[in-house]
């Protein structure tokens, strides 16, 4: 017996992790990476990596997007989720050749990512009658929301409670009651 209060575990070992191993990351950068550019003179261009320098640094390409080949630190780079497939150290025509094949700008055209860059810009580039406009819409959408909600919050109370008779009911209801003639009501008072 081991001093201590100590138990040795009884039974057969326990497995390390009951799970399988998951990949946190899924961009990696590789060549033929497509990476957004994020600052810099080249701001908001796309650029294949076609070269790894060292760990800080890439040999970059954009030739569909107006950048030349040159060196560029990974801290200005975003990785996209778009690979082309050439060889390392390739020439810019077999770059282009795999960006145009792989139509690269029409699928970043198609992204979320791309669409909010753009709406970011189209924003920033608003005039002040743009905005009042822009407030207006808001307003007169939100409007009709809270009309619309108003009248869904009045017929759901309505299920709750106890229906209401229609007014077709009521005038059956009347026609089968025989009315006491008049001088019948007089001659009571």
Known sequence: RLGGGFRPLRGP??????RAAIMVFK???????VAFISFGPHAGKLVAIVDVIDQNRALVDGPCSGVRRQAMPFKCMQLTDF???????????????????????????A?????????????????????YKVMKAKKMRN???????KKLQKLASQKGKKPEKSEKLEKAEKAKKPEK?????KAQK
């Open 181 to 185: 003639p008049k001088k019948a009501q």
């Open 143 to 149: 409007r009709i929301i809270k009309h619309e909600m």
């Open 83 to 109: 690979v082309l497939k050439f060889p390392h150290s390739a020439r810019q025509k077999c770059v282009r050749r795999a960006w145009e094949k792989e139509n690269i700008n029409e699928k970043w055209a």
């Open 27 to 33: 961009r990696f950068v590789e060549i033929g990476r």
């Open 13 to 18: 070992p326990l497995p390390f992790c009951s």
């Open 111 to 131: 992204t979320r990512w791309a669409k909010k860059i753009d709406a970011r810009q189209k924003k920033a580039k608003m005039t002040d009658f743009d905005r």
